[in-house]
Nanobody
Framework: QVQLVESGGGLVQPGDSLTLSCVAS????????MAWFRQAPGKDREFVAA??????TTYYGDSVKGRFTVLKDRRTLYLDMNSLQPEDTATYYC???????????????WGQGTQVNVPV
């Protein structure tokens, strides 16, 4: 069983930057395809970014393209977030799978989430 633990969330001002991290433990794979999703209160879960098992391919949701960057180092996933806006306020979840799933939500393993708040 793979456990995912996110960290790095917090309260920031519009225009600020923040980096989220997610560490995968357990399981038998040396690396995983990993992704970030987010969910704001009263809204559906939204795909943010994903990176392939090898790290060679990345995917981004339209609302974050050009502002967010996803990076991976074996079992650790990062999300560099720049030019944060109030609409980025959400709980951010890390997901992982042994297969490259891209922007789908079919990942097998999910973290508990970390909160990002960007006030108006």
């Amino acid at each position: 069983q793979v456990q995912l633990v996110e960290s790095g969330g917090g309260l920031v001002q519009p225009g600020d930057s923040l980096t989220l991290s997610c560490v995968a433990s357990g399981g038998t794979s040396s690396s995983y395809a990993m992704a970030w999703f987010r969910q704001a209160p009263g809204k559906d879960r939204e795909f943010v970014a994903a990176i392939s098992w090898s790290g060679s391919t990345t995917y981004y949701g339209d609302s974050v393209k050009g502002r967010f960057t996803v990076l991976k180092d074996r079992r650790t996933l990062y999300l560099d977030m720049n030019s944060l806006q109030p609409e980025d306020t959400a709980t951010y979840y890390c997901a992982a799978d042994e297969m490259n799933l891209g922007p789908t939500d079919e990942y097998s393993y999910w973290g508990q989430g970390t909160q990002v708040n960007v006030p108006v």
